[in-house]
């Protein structure tokens, strides 16, 4: 598509076409905070790049003279079947990056058929980016969209979150169970930056009726007061797993556990009564010198195979994807790209991402011998040491 436009008319693509162009462009754009925002880590940012540097050490060996006229790259998660094995991750407060914030992700991600995860910090209630996302009226598909759960310290809050996402749509329960307090973010801390304190990002709540019955006066008439009682309840620091066999009682919604990076916590979350987790360490926003997260992947694999397992914290191309996929995962989760789309172009800028990624990811899998999704695995790969 790229090619055939600049050879008819010289045109060429109107953002650039891999991560580090994403990633400089949007530089240039986003102001200081935002910048700092989404792309900081947590303490001296080790984990985060321990995250890239987890891909570098494993090397695609492509195989030649295999028949890949036929491919693939559909994958089944959850009995629902998806056009590749991408979803995008939830990601807070995106009117930092454009001020259509989520529901110009919602629109992105229904063009090109990926499914979004909708944060509890997403700055627009979750309704209207489901409406965003099941929205037909230009050429866009239905979309698909799951929910994220930061489950609350006040119990009764978190199960509405629970309800209204059912209504809405939203197909499945993403749980993140590793942010239920902020970690040290030098970058954050040395702006004095938090969204969420000027009332950003906080949207799920305000909207909330158990929410609002928790207040004197409405969050319009004291604003000060909603955000303080947000403050006390947005985490909760005693949840445990549980929590999770409650959580199953409660929906018959697929329940995905997200920031699990020790295989006995998968085992745990499985036990509980969850359908699969999401294997993160938040992008290194959390524990700063965690594990990368590509290399807690294998050992949940052999954990809780048979499990859906999906993975995310430094995919950036689409060998990442193959990489990930390879060592065991059924789908990745592209957050900082998308978010980078996002603050570039609004829904197009999150399109092009995906297009882009999808496009490199089917590319590297035919051309590496491979022609269907299922036939990834552990052979296609050896450590770049041995
Ligand atoms: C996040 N992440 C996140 N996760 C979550 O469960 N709920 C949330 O609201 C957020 N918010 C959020 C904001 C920003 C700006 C970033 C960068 C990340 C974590 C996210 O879902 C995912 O785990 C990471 O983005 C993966 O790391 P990379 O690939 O983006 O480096």
Known sequence: ???????????????????????????????????????????????????????????????????????????????KRWDAPIALAPIGVMTIAHEEG??????????????????????????????????????????????????????????????RAEAAGFEAIVVTVDTWQLAWRPRDLVQAFLPFLRGEGVANFLSDPVFQSRLEKSPQE????????????????????????????QTSLPILVKGIQHP?????????????????????????????SLDCLPDIVSAIGGSTILFDSGVRCGADIMKALALGADAVLIGRPMVYGLALGGAEGVEHVLQ????????????????????????????ADD
Not at 54 to 73: G, N, Y
Not at 113 to 120: D, L
Request: glycine share 10%; charged share 25%.
């Open 1 to 79: 598509d790229i090619y055939a436009k600049g050879m008819l008319g010289g045109v060429r693509p109107a953002y650039p076409t891999e991560f580090d162009g994403w990633h400089e462009a949007a530089h240039q754009k986003l102001t200081p905070e935002a910048y700092g925002y989404i792309a900081g880590s947590a303490g001296l940012e080790t984990t985060a790049h321990a995250n890239r540097a987890a891909f570098a050490r494993w090397e695609i060996i492509p195989r030649m003279l295999r028949d890949t006229s036929k491919r693939d790259t559909s994958v089944e998660i959850l009995g």
């Open 102 to 163: 989520e529901v110009a992700v919602a629109r992105g991600a229904s063009r090109r058929g990926v499914p979004m995860i909708a944060s509890t910090a997403a700055a627009k209630p979750m309704e209207e980016i489901a409406a965003a996302l099941h929205d037909t009226s230009g050429n866009e598909t239905s979309g698909r969209g799951w929910y994220q759960l930061y489950w609350s310290s006040d119990r009764d809050v978190a199960l509405s979150f629970v309800r």
């Open 222 to 249: 004291d604003p000060e007061a909603a955000i303080r009682l947000w403050g006390s309840i947005f985490g909760n620091p005693a949840l445990t797993f549980d929590d999770i066999a409650w959580l199953r009682e």
């Open 264 to 292: 006995d916590d998968a085992t745990a979350c499985i036990d509980a009564g969850a359908d699969g987790v999401v294997v993160s360490n938040h992008g290194g926003r959390q524990v700063d010198g965690a594990r990368a």
């Open 356 to 383: 882009c990624l999808q496009a490199d990811f089917e590319l590297n899998m035919v051309l590496s011998g491979i022609g269907n999704v299922a036939d990834i695995d552990r052979t296609c790969l050896v450590r």
